[in-house]
């Protein structure tokens, strides 16, 4: 497999993170069992570029400035609500001889001939499957072969799926992972239009509302009357 590498500096404490991001670094935390955490930056760029590549599922040479090479998963990301652009990074450093939990993306490849040629829907129940393996048998994505799905009713399963070696798969074997549906009938499409409309309940009041109002109109009253005594 291809070495995914991206370069980092270390960061000081001092300098907000803010600041970083001015000069279009990320700030990023490097963490794992049994170690110290170390904070770091990566060019943005950059690391928009690895991490397509990579996803969070492939091993990353973190290259260091000083500190040389550490062996790293992106574990999470934080992004900017408004822009979208990354504002943090959380990257995990693995141990190579210790084994670890992932989650591998599904790439689904072919065409269905039940959804070409007959018209059915593709649905999908999986994206990604759960993983157990050693760090340096983690692959980015597993490939789903539709092609096979020729009739309305066929199915894949993850039993189904040929892992790579040294991959042990998580899921219930007997889980859906993709299927094909048959598009809807006249009859079912007729059905649905004829359904009845749902209650428009915006003017029902419910009993804690009525209360409400009740202990208000009395409480009015009760000024009301105050006021006439005066």
């Known amino acids: 497999m291809e070495t995914i590498k991206l370069a980092a500096q270390k960061r000081d404490l001092k300098v907000k993170p803010r600041q970083i991001r001015v000069k279009s670094l990320i700030p990023a935390v490097i963490y794992g069992k049994g170690i110290d955490n170390r904070v770091v930056a990566v060019d943005y760029n950059s690391f928009a570029k ?58 689904f490849m072919g065409e269905s001939p039940a959804v070409k040629e007959m018209g059915g829907s593709l649905v999908k129940s999986l994206t990604a499957l759960k993983v157990e393996c050693l760090p340096t048998d983690l692959v980015h994505e597993i490939n789903v072969d539709i092609s096979i799905l020729k009739a309305f009713g066929d199915m894949i399963r993850a039993k189904d799926l040929v892992l790579p070696k040294g991959i042990v798969m998580l899921e219930n074997p007997e ?56």
């Open 175 to 230: 889980a859906a992972i993709v299927a094909v549906e048959a598009p809807m009938t006249e009859d079912q499409l007729k059905a649905m239009e004829g359904a009845p409309a749902a209650a428009d309940v915006t003017g029902i009041k419910t009993e804690a509302e009525e209360k409400k109002t009740a202990e208000e109109a009395k409480k009015a009253a009760e000024e009301a009357a105050k006021e006439a005594a005066k």
């Open 50 to 107: 690895v991490l397509k590549a990579a996803g969070e599922s492939s091993l990353i040479d973190l290259d260091i400035a000083g500190d040389g090479v550490t062996k790293v998963l992106v574990k999470d990301t934080q992004v900017e609500p408004v822009t979208n652009r990354f504002t943090h990074i959380d990257f995990f450093q693995v141990n190579l001889k210790e084994k670890l939990r992932a989650e591998i993306l599904l790439a």
